[in-house]
């Protein structure tokens, strides 16, 4: 087979081979998985305990949901590198809100508008993502920069640059509630992925998702919404970086706008990536941005249980980013 | 006669599909030698093999006397081997004088570029080609037309032995084209050989010496033009004996025998962006028109207008009688009209969906209920569709990237079928699939429009529309110029059509 | 005609006249803070304006020519906070050796971009910004999360705090010296004429026979370089390399060059352009630091970047509207 030598202005993909790259690419992130658990288990001391598990189940909960909501952006062919800032933005505005005259007066209505303001106001930065993407045409890299330097900057306004610290046991249950006896934000990532799972298999516009990923101009040929579809992937995606925003600043019972969602972004296309997502679009592997999501967080875990630096971690995730998408990007070619 | 370049036994496979089977040519020192055949017959793929874009699989080039491997295209033209492809391969953002010299810049201290004279090269080489504009503006803001010129101004600059050209005429109006043609003649007259590449047969006769033909991605058959005739070239291109062509019809369409019925669809003047100037048409129910008309000629800008992908500037729709504007492709399909695209592969298939969900992209809106697609009723929509026009796949779960050219045209038809349009606009729907798919096609168009709806049909292929369209329109240059009426097309008609309209400018 | 083209004054100091907006703007801004603010044209605001954006200047520049391919870098902050602390480090051995180490610091990430983009053909932002997360871990490590103060023993800080010819500050001169040369390059090169070419169409420039992953490497390296080079700056103006430095460097260069007129998809841009968007850019700070001073307006440190995405959006949204339609481009 002399598949490897087409020059990339061959574009029919060629058949399934099964060489250790095309067995990477479909089996990697379970392989990874299963050789970073036994590394583990093998010589990180304590590894094997409940506890463990808890602390990586609260961790991996923020980077699936936000990998989740990166995973349909990356579908579309598109990248949202505003995600950490939106996470602080939500993550900002929830304890202002509660914490206001207004929240300490109506403690009920308080704790309400704490989720659905942040959320509404993470869906609209999604929303200004989008409509820069698919209307004025700008590139997403460029795009969603815009807010990661400026939704950081607007949420740091917002507190004055002030660490807000709080004690609300309802708004803190997001972060440190348990239903049977595992974290509430555990449950929340698999019910927002079973939810995701459903509109990207079972809905219209997940079809129409994949069909504008994989082939835009066919897309817009064939009827589809091409605009909207975007616009609705960059704020799915940005609600999700809400929620994530809001769950970080539960588990601490305090909000830090420079701290919340920091690096996010990479986790993110990280997990997505390494789940199998493409760049160039056209699949959205769901299930794989959650597998994606605990072996990002697996390594950060064993990293740091075996005393290695949280700055040469950074370096890892690096190397793990270039690397996932080396292994991906082999297929289109 | 001195043998410039000798291509022998060359092969190539995309993805384990041959593209060229032992394809052979031969090109004499200072001759202008025509490379003719179909669409897919492998022409492109033996050009950009010479010039190193692709690598052969297997073969021998020997060029100048000596045995090559050329592996890029900086080594083709290291070689003297300059190319004009058909996609311009041209940078519109950069000047005209950088367009022509970049890679050979005159310089100064063997390290900065010499604008001045680089300019004043490149104006004297335009000069040649009776071109004057200002070099230092940017080539985008020119006319296609200048920048094929400008293109071939290159390749001539460059003092190739060989300068190939694909498709060098397709943009270019009569005077340009004479400019052109009084260049290929002065670079045979200093020597240089040309590889003149092009779909109109008349003017391989008026400037080349020899011809190849190619098939299937073999070498037919190589004549010279003095001794050869229009009517052969094509037998050889189609793989007909010349007999069978001028007294047998090839295709199955079967246009011009029955009654009509209302119009559908009419189009009065219609102007776009994209070089579309005045076009009309009507279609009435149970027929179909043609578009004719050369490369370039506006058929499938026209088919865009229709159809809401370019905005209209000018002119009007009336849909079954009623005033309409498309706004967009989706708009056109809720008023039941459908366009198979030109490209299958740029505008048509989204390759990594499977054959089902290909085939109901456009009926998503009718397949959904509360914003979840039917499945159930998906599934058995598409099985009917796969069963009725006799679709070859593992099951309708299968990627589409995965099946032939012919079948994946077949899903890209029961994707607009599904729809149940009135009018389907159908832009090359046989191009690049084998004979019998195309035949069996050609029986779905067929039926389509014996119940009762309206095709507007586009084909490069002359056999085709004659044969099948009941009026074909003709177009040249954005404008629609003439209509011709079924029966009593015949090819000779619709090719004087387009060429005696031909350079008489907008009727 | 043939007289004007070598001297035409919009064409040297914008790509095609297209970006006189940038320079029109300076001059206005300039006008206005002379007209509102006493100390705005003393030598000593002058100086220090330049000085501190000298940075931003020669990043700017090295990103413009990424952006010309088309390509993007993501690195450029951490990697001048790597080379910041690379520069403090070496600062004893002097600057004859402080400040060639800090640029080849910077050089060494921009290799390991190209060697991503080139070879492995990662996406541009994806290799940036693993570079970016690599870098900014290494600065960590070699500093151990500390700031590394420099030797003010040595001739180092004569960088940032002492006038070349008792006039101008040398990172200013250098700037010059480099914002000239790389001019040069562009305009009257080979190699940078072939940079635009491969960002107005890379198959085109391929099909041209242009040396196109040559003048992709050469500007992920200069890029790196150019971020080496702010780096020291950094180290020398400050005092101490800056592990943690460098957060949001990317949109102001990204910003200062979209200002300039660089098309974001490529093929069209200029050096002095680029340099007066981040004149520009600077300014705008300036002129809010007078403003604060005077006490008309009182922002914090972090409207800073509020207003960087902004300014990336206005910008963005003028050339939408003014660069027409990028479609027809590629």
């Given amino acids: ?333 | ?507 | 005609m043939p007289g004007a083209e070598a001297f035409d004054l919009r064409r040297t100091l914008g790509s095609d006249g297209r970006n006189a907006g940038v320079w029109i703007a300076l001059v206005a801004l300039i006008l206005f803070g002379l007209a509102r603010y006493e100390n705005f044209g003393s030598a000593y605001n002058i100086v220090s304006f330049l000085n501190y954006n000298s940075m931003f200047i020669i990043i700017s520049i090295g990103m413009c020519f990424v952006i010309m391919t088309g390509g993007i870098d993501l690195s450029v902050g951490s990697v001048a906070a790597f080379s910041s602390v690379v520069a403090a480090y070496l600062s004893p051995l002097g600057i004859e050796v402080a400040l060639p180490g800090g640029v080849a610091a910077g050089i060494g990430f921009g290799a390991v971009n190209a060697f991503c983009i080139i070879a492995m053909r990662i996406p541009p932002f994806i290799a940036t910004l693993a570079t970016m997360l690599a870098a900014k871990g290494g600065a960590l490590v070699i500093s151990d999360a500390q700031t590394i103060s420099v030797d003010w023993g040595s001739n180092f800080t004569k960088l940032g705090m002492e006038k070349a010819f008792d006039v101008l500050p040398w990172t200013i001169v250098i700037v010059a010296l480099v914002a000239v040369m790389l001019w040069v390059v562009l305009e009257h090169t080979a190699l940078g004429r072939t940079v635009l070419s491969i960002g107005g169409s890379e198959d085109a420039s391929t099909l041209m026979g242009l040396r196109v992953n040559t003048a992709k490497a050469f500007v992920y390296l200069l890029s790196g370089g150019c971020a080496g080079l702010a780096g020291v700056f950094l180290a020398s103006g400050f005092g101490a390399g800056q592990p943690l430095e460098g957060v949001g460097w990317e949109l102001s260069a990204i910003a200062a060059v979209v200002v300039g007129g660089t098309l974001l998809t490529g093929g069209l841009g200029s050096v002095p352009a680029t340099v007066a968007g981040a004149l520009l850019l600077g300014l705008v700070f300036n002129i809010l630091n007078f403003e604060n001073g005077k006490g008309t307006i009182s922002l914090s440190a972090y409207w800073q970047m509020v207003i960087r995405g902004g300014f990336l959006f206005a910008v963005i949204l003028l050339q939408t509207r003014v660069g027409g339609n990028p479609e027809k481009a590629g």
């Avoid at chain 2, 929509?381 to 012919?406: C, H, T, W, Y």
């Fill in chain 1, 1 to 333: 087979m002399a598949d490897n030598s087409i020059s990339n202005g061959n574009r029919i993909a060629p058949p399934a081979t099964h060489d250790l790259t095309s067995a990477l690419r479909t089996h990697g992130g379970l392989i990874a998985l299963f050789l970073i658990l036994a590394f583990n288990a093998a010589f990180t001391p304590n590894f094997l305990q409940v506890q463990t598990l808890f602390v990586n189940i609260s961790q991996v909960a923020t980077i699936a949901i936000v990998a989740i909501g990166m995973t349909f952006v990356i579908a579309t062919a598109g990248i949202d590198l505003s995600v950490g800032a939106v996470m602080a933005l939500a993550g900002a505005l929830a304890p202002l809100i509660f914490q206001s005259e207004f929240g300490a007066a109506y403690p009920a209505l308080g704790i309400a508008a704490a989720f659905a303001v942040p959320l509404a106001v993470a869906a609209l930065c999604g929303l200004f993502n989008g409509v820069l993407v698919s209307v004025l045409n700008v590139q997403p890299i460029i795009a969603t920069l815009i807010l990661f330097i400026s939704g950081r900057g607007i949420a740091q306004v917002l507190t004055n640059g002030n660490l807000q610290t709080f004690s609300n046991p309802y708004f803190s249950y997001l972060g440190t509630g348990k239903v049977l006896g595992l974290p509430f934000q555990g449950w929340l990532a698999l019910a927002l992925a079973g939810m995701a799972f459903w509109i990207v298999t079972r809905t219209t516009f997940g079809r129409y998702l994949l069909a504008v990923g994989g082939n835009e101009r066919a897309a817009r040929l064939a009827g589809a919404p091409v605009r909207k579809v975007k616009i609705g992937a960059y704020m799915i995606c940005a609600f999700l970086s809400g929620i994530a925003g809001l769950i970080v600043v539960a588990i601490n019972s305090a909000s830090d706008a420079a701290r919340n969602g920091n690096l996010m972004e990479l986790d993110a296309i990280a997990a997505a990536v390494v789940g199998g997502a493409l760049l160039q679009g056209g699949r959205a592997p769901i299930f794989g941005a959650v597998l994606g999501a605990v072996i990002i967080q697996l390594v950060k875990y064993t990293l740091l249980a075996n005393g290695v630096e949280d700055e040469v971690a950074l370096i890892a995730k690096a190397l793990i980013i270039v690397l996932a998408v080396y292994i991906q990007q082999a297929r289109k070619e």
């Fill in chain 2, 1 to 507: 006669m001195q043998v410039l370049l000798s291509m022998n036994g060359i092969d190539k496979a995309f993805s384990g599909v041959p593209a060229l089977r032992q394809a052979r040519l031969d090109v004499a020192a200072g001759e202008v030698h025509a490379l003719i055949g179909q669409n897919g017959a492998g022409k492109s793929t033996l050009i950009k093999i010479l010039t190193g874009v692709y690598k052969k699989d297997g073969g021998d080039i020997a060029f100048d006397g000596r045995a090559r491997e050329i592996s890029s295209p900086g080594g083709a033209q290291a070689a003297g081997i300059a190319t004009i492809y058909q996609e311009l391969n041209l940078v519109p953002l950069r000047s005209v004088t950088e367009n022509v010299v970049m890679g050979f810049e005159p310089r100064r201290l063997g390290l900065f570029v010499d604008w001045p004279e680089a300019h004043r090269r490149t104006r004297e080489i335009l000069s040649r080609f009776g071109i004057k504009i200002d070099v230092t503006a940017p080539l985008g803001t020119y006319s296609t037309a200048i920048q094929q010129l400008v293109a071939i101004a290159r390749a001539v600059s460059l003092d190739a032995n060989l300068v190939i050209m694909d498709e060098p005429t397709s943009s270019l109006d009569d005077r340009e084209v004479e400019v052109l043609f009084g260049v290929v003649r002065e670079l045979r007259n200093s020597g240089v050989s040309v590889l003149y590449v092009s779909h109109f047969l008349d003017e391989l006769f008026r400037i080349c010496d020899r011809v190849t033909t190619m098939r299937d991605g073999r070498t037919v058959s190589v004549r010279t033009i003095k001794d050869t005739t229009k009517l052969e070239l094509i037998a050889d291109m189609l793989g007909r004996e010349v007999e069978e062509i001028e007294t047998a019809g090839m295709t199955d369409l079967g246009g011009g025998e029955k009654q009509l019925g209302d119009v559908l669809l009419e189009a009065d003047g219609l102007a776009t962006d994209r070089r579309l100037f005045d076009f009309s048409l009507s279609v009435r129910r149970g027929e179909i028109v043609g578009l004719g008309g050369l490369l370039g000629s506006g058929r499938t800008e026209a088919a865009r207008a229709l159809f809401g992908v370019d905005a209209i500037s000018q002119g009007e729709i009336r849909l079954k009688g009623e005033p309409w504007k498309p706004g967009t492709p989706s708009d056109a399909i809720r008023n039941r009209i459908g366009m198979l695209s030109e490209d299958r592969k740029a505008e048509g298939i989204v390759p990594d969906m499977s054959v089902r969900e290909n085939m109901t992209l456009a009926l998503l809106p009718a397949l959904t209920r509360n914003g979840r697609i039917e499945t159930q009723r998906e599934r058995a929509l598409v099985e009917q569709f796969i069963k009725a026009l006799g679709i070859k796949s593992a099951n309708m779960d299968q990627p589409i990237r995965e099946l032939s050219g012919g079948n994946q045209q077949k899903v890209l038809l029961a994707r607009w079928l599904a729809t149940e349009p009135e009018i389907l606009i159908l832009d090359e729907p046989t191009r690049g699939v084998d004979v019998g798919a195309k035949l069996e096609i050609q029986a779905i168009i067929r039926d389509y429009v014996d119940r009762g709806f309206g095709v507007v049909l586009i084909s490069s292929e002359f056999e085709e529309l004659v044969e099948g369209a009941d009026t074909i329109v003709v177009l040249q240059d954005g404008y629609s110029v003439t209509t011709l009426q079924n029966p009593g097309i015949t090819e000779d008609a619709l090719v004087s059509a387009i060429a005696h309209h031909h350079g008489t400018g907008p009727a």
